[in-house]
């Protein structure tokens, strides 16, 4: 089976700018979690999307939004963009709720 | 919410010597324990996981350790290589369903 892809794999943005990052889960997974990886302050959730529904959310401002299709690709969007949003993101996706979680090779969001 | 402590956060061993890693977390409904590995430049790769239910899991030269009663658990590498350095993350997953990570530990394996 192919694993979880993401698209971009880079993206270079100015501040205020928004982004909107996406994620295929592997074939099968319904699950798809978004997390947020960065030097300082590691790996952080962000959202758990299943069956399209929003199912947990992390502590980050509204800012930071996803939604899931019904073949089970999610998108996550970022408005506003700021300094601190240059991150990796990465997504994780898994059968069910509750089950091993299997990562992307996220993308690499610069904000200028 | 849940925490995970993870120590140590740098760690430099011989090869073929053990190396392990150990994790805290606090919420006492965790009751999944993945650990990833991530290479420079590379996605976390799951290596092994543990869930509430089982104190010990191993695979190959990899093995986990989980005590309840203490909220810890410990990852254990076997004849090291050079090929097992990278970054290891300890995560737990509770009542909340989302995965709460470590910092991180930076395995350098000296050949």
């Known amino acids: 089976k192919a694993g979880v892809t993401q698209t971009p794999r880079y993206l270079i943005k100015t501040r205020g700018q928004q982004v909107t990052l996406s994620c295929s889960p592997i074939?099968?997974?319904?699950?798809v979690s978004w997390y947020q990886q960065t030097p300082g302050q590691g790996l952080q959730f962000l959202f758990e999307y299943f069956s399209e529904t929003q199912r947990n959310k992390g502590n980050f401002p509204g800012r930071f939004s996803g939604r899931q299709f019904s073949n089970s690709r999610s998108e996550m969007n970022v408005s506003t963009l700021e300094l601190g949003d240059s991150a990796l993101y990465l997504c994780a996706s898994s059968v069910l709720l509750d089950q091993t979680q299997y990562f992307g090779p996220g993308t690499r969001l610069l904000v200028l | 919410g849940e925490n995970v402590e993870q120590h140590p956060s740098t760690l430099s061993v011989q090869e073929g010597d053990s190396a392990v890693i150990k994790c805290t977390y606090s919420?006492?409904?965790?009751?999944?324990f993945p650990w990833y590995k991530q290479e420079l430049g590379k996605r976390p790769q799951l290596i092994i996981d543990?869930?509430?239910?089982?104190g010990e899991k191993k695979d190959q030269r990899i093995a986990v350790t989980l005590n309840k009663t203490a909220k810890h658990f410990s990852l254990h590498i076997t004849e090291t290589q050079p090929e097992d350095s990278a970054v290891y993350f300890c995560a737990a997953k509770g009542g909340a369903n989302n995965l709460f990570f470590g910092t991180g530990t930076r395995l350098t394996v000296i050949p």
């Open positions: 074939s099968g997974h319904r699950s």
């Open positions: 543990i869930r509430s239910n089982v």
């Open positions: 919420d006492s409904a965790s009751n999944y």
